[in-house]
């Protein structure tokens, strides 16, 4: 097995957690490096396009969480090696992405205008993606997006409807998941209480 280094902002979400998820619930050893907000300037010149995730596999460097999530899907068996569940697999994790930035880019808007787009959000392209996510967990089987059993593109929806509902963000309801894609909410439940991520958790303290 490589000599793994996965390296990510230190808290339980964002793009680096579903490789921090794989990896453990894969039980590979990894170096978890979490870099705190005020050495960010300084290490970031250092990654391959200036932002985290970053995985290091032998002292080479990956970025692109997508990439790493594939990658490390492979070594701990949550992707799919039929090529079609492997695609549907990666349709979600993209999906996801597209979501996710719509809504990373309000995060460091002034607050007024932070209110104003995160409203447009929350009128239209997160229920949108929640609707049509909980339309390709139906389409697949209704328990996981792909080959009917856990992959890494279930625990990337995972992190992302686990964030909504955590109700961290301002302007958006904590139970607009529940109320727009019950399905999906269900599936999100199904993944935190997988025991292997219920013993992530645990292992760092955090509840929810
Ligand atoms: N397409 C990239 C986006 C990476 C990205 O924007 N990461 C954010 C954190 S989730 C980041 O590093 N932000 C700090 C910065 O851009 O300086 C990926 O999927 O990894």
């Known amino acids: 097995m490589p000599k793994l280094k996965l390296t990510y902002f230190d808290f339980h979400g964002g793009r680096g957690e ?7 619930i894969g039980g590979i050893p990894f170096e978890d490096d979490r870099v705190a907000p005020s050495d960010w300037p300084v290490r970031k ?3 391959p396009f ?14 692109e969480s997508n990439a790493i999530n594939r990658y490390v899907g492979k070594l701990t068996d949550l992707y799919p090696p039929d090529a079609w569940q492997a695609a549907l697999c990666d ?10 930035t719509k ?18 959000l929350v009128e239209g392209p997160i229920p949108f993606y929640l609707t049509r996510l909980q339309q390709r967990l139906e389409a697949h089987g209704g328990r996981y997006f792909a ?14 409807i686990r964030h909504l509902k955590s109700g961290v ?16 909410v269900e599936h999100y439940e199904r993944v935190r209480n997988d025991p292997r991520v219920q013993a992530y958790y645990a292992k ?5």
Not at 147 to 160: H, I, M, Q, S
């Open 18 to 24: 579903p490789a921090r998820l794989a990896l453990s």
């Open 45 to 47: 010149p250092d990654t």
């Open 50 to 63: 200036g932002a985290l995730p970053v995985l290091e596999v032998d002292g080479q460097t990956l970025a």
């Open 91 to 100: 349709e979600v994790m993209e999906a996801v992405e597209d979501i996710n």
């Open 103 to 120: 809504l990373a880019a309000t995060f460091f808007l002034p607050e007024e205008e932070k209110k104003t787009q995160r409203k447009a």
């Open 147 to 160: 080959a009917d059993r856990p992959t890494v593109g279930d625990l990337k929806v995972f992190v992302w």
């Open 169 to 184: 963000l301002d302007h958006v309801p904590a139970d607009l998941p529940d109320r727009v894609a019950p399905k999906l």
């Open 204 to 208: 760092h303290g955090v509840t929810g």
